[in-house]
């Protein structure tokens, strides 16, 4: 029951960052989706963090799920990566989509690679 209560809790944190980054005043004429794609990138980076201090042992599990689980499982957002690469598509942006979705995908691996190798 208390895993549940710290991801509800993280998720909450998660949901919010993301909500507020989501606010910031950004929109490329392209209609690259900046921000969804710097907010996937930030969790992949903060997952890579504690994943690797998780490894270490050098974290408390239920903090390590807080960050993992919730908050980053509230921040990230695979559903709207989904949406808007098929908006792009149906909107006849194809090559902007296609390099959103290698961007994302390369940015989002390197960023998880980046954080653990920061921890060593």
């Known amino acids: 029951m ?30 690259f989706p900046v921000k969804t794609f710097f907010i996937n990138v930030i969790g992949s980076f903060l997952i890579g963090i504690i994943a690797a201090l998780a490894a270490k042992n050098a974290v408390n599990p239920k903090l390590v799920t807080f960050i993992k689980v919730g908050i980053c499982g509230g921040f990230t957002t695979f559903s709207s990566f989904a949406l808007e690469t098929d908006q792009l598509v149906h909107n006849g942006h194809t090559v902007i989509a296609f390099c959103y979705v290698i961007a994302s995908i390369v940015c989002g691996v390197a960023a998880v690679f980046i954080a653990e190798k920061l921890i060593g």
């Not at 208390?2 to 989501?22: E, K, N, P, Q």
């Open 2 to 31: 208390l895993d549940c209560i710290i991801v509800a809790l993280g998720g909450a944190c998660g949901a919010l960052g993301r909500y507020l980054m989501g606010m910031i005043p950004v929109q490329p004429e392209n209609g």
